[in-house]
């Protein structure tokens, strides 16, 4: 499933920050020419001259636009560079459901990589960032088949596991496992600055899981205004869910409950260890072949599919099909997970052909 060396492929980036810079050194690569942009001409010169990005245009055929500026600006940004180029586009903010809902093109799929670092900007940038990242797409309705093979077919090279999700699903999830522990993060620390003042040798103290709890209060502040107001409705509910949560635990605290006390402790320590790591490469593996319906977003529906089950995609690529221009989804998996899979996938219309390769 590898693309001829012979071919030169063309990527185009706006927003060359620490995501934008990573997305150009990974692209390149993968043997991408990258050409680059950004409101900043002096990150623009410091990407040439580093050689993150191959030159400061927008390439008109180019295979796939990533938008990587502020959630606040990326509409327009998609919008233009939809404008600017035939290829397909996505991309790579953290909340959703309010560009892939101004956005209507078939060209453009919604992206969020779940991936970052605690340095900025271009200093930041690391080819290696996405590999083994859960990158979520989030197509609508006007979605093509094409344009989400196309881009899922990238972010998968660049190594990155691809995951299907609703906008508004995306938004929701995204607000429980990153916005809001952020917003906990920065409010700990604050109680713990303001205690400081009284006891300087408190933040002395303040180590191992205090340390790690707040780590994340220390990235850049500026995004978070931006992220707040647009996915405010999901922030506000998962906080609510949180406040009720701890006035929950601090009545069982202040009751003494000592047996409620041990199964909230349980519960939480019971889950936490059976938060998904990502399985090593398997030796048993069985390769799916999947037609792709005539209808919009059956692609979509595959990937989320295998997200739901939990099935690991080894590889995939997107086929002709002999019956016409309809596509074929070919996907390696766990050949432990193959019958799930492929149950999950009967139970939804599809017709799958399964060879083990092992």
């Known amino acids: 499933m590898s693309q001829d060396p012979h071919i030169s492929r063309h990527a185009n980036v706006v927003g060359l920050g620490l995501i934008g810079g990573s997305l150009c050194l990974a692209l390149k690569d993968k043997g991408f020419i990258v050409h680059g942009t950004d409101s900043d001409i002096t990150r623009v010169q410091i990407a040439l001259e580093r050689g993150i990005i191959d030159d400061n245009t927008v390439f008109p055929t180019a295979d796939i636009g990533f938008v990587a500026t502020p959630v606040a600006a990326s509409v327009d940004a998609i919008t233009q560079l939809l404008a600017d180029m035939s290829g397909f586009v996505t991309d790579v903010g953290s909340v959703k459901n309010d560009i892939v809902a101004r956005v209507q093109s078939d060209r453009f ?29 989030t197509p609508s309705p006007q979605t093509s088949d094409a344009a989400f093979a196309a881009v899922a077919g990238i972010i ?6 691809v995951v299907a999700l609703p906008p508004q699903k995306h938004d929701e999830l995204v607000a429980l496992i990153s916005h809001v522990p952020h917003l906990t993060a920065a409010t700990l620390m604050g109680l713990a600055d ?24 220390s990235g850049r502040t500026d995004i978070w205004l931006d992220i707040c107001q647009q996915n405010r409705p999901a922030i506000v509910a998962a906080l609510d869910s949180l406040i009720n949560g701890l006035q929950h635990i601090r009545q069982v605290v202040q009751d003494e409950d000592r047996p409620a006390l041990m199964a909230h402790l349980d519960r939480a320590r019971q889950a936490r260890m059976n938060l998904p790591s990502r399985v090593g490469p398997s030796t048993e593996l069985a390769e799916v072949r999947i037609p792709i319906p005539d209808r919009p977003g059956a692609a979509a529906d595959v990937f989320a599919l295998a997200g739901e089950l939990g099935v690991n995609i080894f590889d995939f690529e997107v086929v002709h099909s002999l019956e016409g221009d309809r596509g074929v989804i070919v996907m390696v998996v766990d050949n432990h997970q193959v019958d799930l899979f492929k149950g999950g996938l009967l139970a939804r219309t599809f017709r799958p052909a399964v060879h083990r390769l092992s």
Do not use: C, N, Q, Y
């Open 156 to 161: 998968s090279r660049l190594g990155a596991d």
């Open 109 to 137: 799929v919604g992206g969020h990589p779940m991936a970052g670092s605690e340095l900025d900007g271009l200093d930041g940038a690391d080819a290696t960032m996405f590999e083994s990242a859960v990158w979520v797409l």
């Open 194 to 217: 303001e205690r400081s003042e009284e006891h300087l040798a408190l933040l002395r103290l303040a180590a191992g899981g205090f340390r790690d709890m707040t780590r994340i209060a």
